[in-house]
């Protein structure tokens, strides 16, 4: 399991350039099945544009694109080359135009869409998914304070937290933080309190 970076939900912005208005939109898609399915979503949205222009970047290295229309390599292209410099996967974007009845040359919409995708892009809220370990700890009502504040220093994820005879929580680590994390609980608990390893997953993290 690689760690990579991805968007947490679907996100879209818009700009116009010359009375064209090019709309950005994101998504994340774990498979081709959901990138296309996404796309079919937007072209019916926007069935009266244009282009619905389109890349996305899959972590088992599958990656597409489409010009839908445009001359060749000025659009799918351009909002490739943003996905991939973002340092995103399991993500497409489709840029949708809808033409405002003036030419901007090849370079104007190499420029115009790699801008949309961007802002669609910038306009989502990213997370990391990495590899990760779920533990649990018990512990008497005194502790819960000290092992609460220190959480704050890692990267994790509070699951639950029950409140019984005693306090159990379960945390989700970032994978890289467990050990620091058990030395500083040994040493703050006086190894009173034991973490006990539930499962090795792939966490989600936000950025």
């Known amino acids: 399991m690689k760690e990579y970076v991805t968007v947490a939900q679907k996100a879209q912005d818009d700009f116009f350039e010359r009375k064209s208005q090019f709309i950005g939109a994101i998504a994340p898609a ?7 399915a996404f796309l079919s979503e937007v072209r019916a949205k926007h069935r009266d544009a244009r282009h619905n222009c389109f890349a996305y970047v899959l972590k088992n290295g599958v990656k597409r694109c489409s010009d839908d229309g445009e001359p060749q390599g000025t659009a799918g292209v351009p909002i490739l080359e ?7 996967t399991d ?3 489709v840029v949708t135009r809808y033409f405002g009845g003036i030419l901007l040359g090849a370079g104007g919409l190499v420029r115009a869409y790699a801008h949309a995708a961007k802002l669609a892009v910038d306009a989502a809220q990213r997370k990391v ?42 945390i989700l680590f970032i994978e890289r933080d467990v050990e620091a994390f058990r030395a500083e609980l040994t040493e ?6 034991v973490p006990e390893e539930v499962e090795r997953c792939m966490g989600e993290f936000p950025l």
Do not use: C, H, W
């Open 188 to 193: 703050l608990t006086a190894a009173t309190v």
């Open 129 to 170: 998914m990495s590899p990760a370990v779920l533990l649990r700890l018990k512990m008497d009502y005194n502790q819960y304070g000290k092992i609460n504040n220190i959480l704050s220093k890692y990267t994790a994820v509070l699951q639950n937290t029950e409140f019984t005879d005693m306090v159990t929580m379960g």
């Open 91 to 93: 993500v497409i974007v």
């Open 30 to 36: 774990s498979t081709e099945e959901e990138a296309l």
């Open 82 to 88: 943003v996905v991939e410099r973002e340092g995103i």
